[in-house]
């Protein structure tokens, strides 16, 4: 079943839902309408300097790899999220699909991310950071800060330790301002309720218990694995999904969109085309469906905090 037609099982299921349910469906016909174009990785030396951090030396065709792996990786993994959280939470399924949006978020943050360093370096073409930047983000691994628990042996020196998400979820912050104008900590804030079902937290399993009995002094407390979503969590999950598939599609597809040159002195980034960026703002972004029009501003869905 294609998601559209899962969200439109979920419309039947939540009818309240609708005017989040309409804007998925938007974006999702709109971020599964761009495609993934190959592109050259050439063969690079990773190198470590002195303070024996890695770093490659940045040329066009390395800067036009990196933008596919960061802009194309961001966007399959979405899709798989978004396919994944859908079929989920029409099961009416809670923990599952709440976990797997959070997912979605460090996704988009992640894009979001990146598309922050190429746009700083770019501007300023100061191109020093992502010599660091791109060993870390194409090739770290978790596992690399727990290296030292294990045996010498057993390590890589190629293992690299990867950025902290939170610093990618403060970029995806910062982008969900640039796009709506709105300076709350909106995205941190999300990240930190959907975590509380990822996390062995009461509060993620709230939905699994009642008392069943209560006396003066105490209640009787029933647990049971049998999930049943109500309005109020769906709008959480599907909320949650929609502004991170229209920040993290949005960042990806602005990302990958612009044009790196060779010049006689090196390279450069420029953005997107005005026509390719209004497609992604008017139809990601603002959620608009085509031949309408999107100047009255983003269609947000309302999440419940």
Known sequence: MQ?????????????ELAKATTALKTVLQATRGFDYPEFMEPKTLLAFGPSGEAEVQIDADLLVAWVGHMS??????????EDAILRSLAHSEVIAPATLTRSHIEAAAWAAYAN??????A?????????????????????AREAKH????????LWLEVTSVMNAIDALDRFFTVATADKMRSMRVLYALLSDYAHPAIRGV?????PTSETADAWTIAYSCDERTTAREAELILGSLLVSMRLGHG?????????????ETGF?????????AMTVWQHIMLGAMPGEDASRGPRWSTVVT
């Open 150 to 157: 294990l045996p010498e042996d057993a390590r890589d020196p």
């Open 251 to 263: 960042a990806s597809l602005l990302m990958r969109l612009g044009t790196i040159e060779e010049t």
């Open 123 to 143: 501007e300023t073409e100061f191109w020093v950071k992502l010599r660091t930047l791109l060993p870390r983000t194409l090739y770290g691994m978790a596992v």
């Open 116 to 121: 922050e360093e190429l746009q700083k370096a």
């Open 3 to 15: 998601a559209v037609e899962v969200v439109a099982q979920l419309e039947r299921m939540f009818p």
């Open 206 to 210: 709230r939905h699994l218990f009642e």
């Open 268 to 276: 450069r980034y420029l953005k997107p085309e005005a026509e390719d």
């Open 72 to 81: 194309h990786s961001s966007r399959a993994r979405m899709e798989l999220l």
